[in-house]
Nanobody, 121 residues
Framework: QVQLVESGGGLVQAGGSLRLSCAAS????????MGWFRQALGKEREFVAAIGRNGVFTYYVDSVKGRFTISRDNAKNMVYLQMNSLKPEDTAVYYC??????????????WGQGTQVTVSS
């Protein structure tokens, strides 16, 4: 059974930083692209970032480019999202996903339960 468990969310002031982690288990982690999505209250889920199987390829949506960094450790079955210069509009539940990167988005086969990120102004 595939399981993705996010952690690292919390409350931070604007301009601050958080590092989200996602622990994966249940299938060969290195065989799949990984990504992060977010969903703000009352809004649709939004793709944020993706990373390829070996960690070389990364993609970010324009709203987080230059502020967020996605990375992975295939030896530990972990994917991370380092978030710097946080803004109130980054407030959302952040979800980890495992699947396949497609053009400017990602198809997720499996999803975590989410971790709340709240940025105060």
């Amino acid at each position: 059974q595939v399981q993705l468990v996010e952690s690292g969310g919390g409350l931070v002031q604007a301009g601050g930083s958080l590092r989200l982690s996602c622990a994966a288990s249940g299938r060969t982690f290195r065989n799949y692209d990984m990504g992060w999505f977010r969903q703000a209250l009352g809004k649709e889920r939004e793709f944020v970032a993706a990373i390829g199987r070996n960690g070389v390829f990364t993609y970010y949506v324009d709203s987080v480019k230059g502020r967020f960094t996605i990375s992975r450790d295939n030896a530990k079955n972990m994917v991370y999202l380092q978030m710097n210069s946080l803004k109130p509009e980054d407030t959302a539940v952040y979800y980890c996903a495992s699947g396949r990167y497609t053009i400017q988005t990602m198809e997720g086969d499996y999803w975590g339960q989410g971790t709340q990120v709240t940025v105060s102004s």
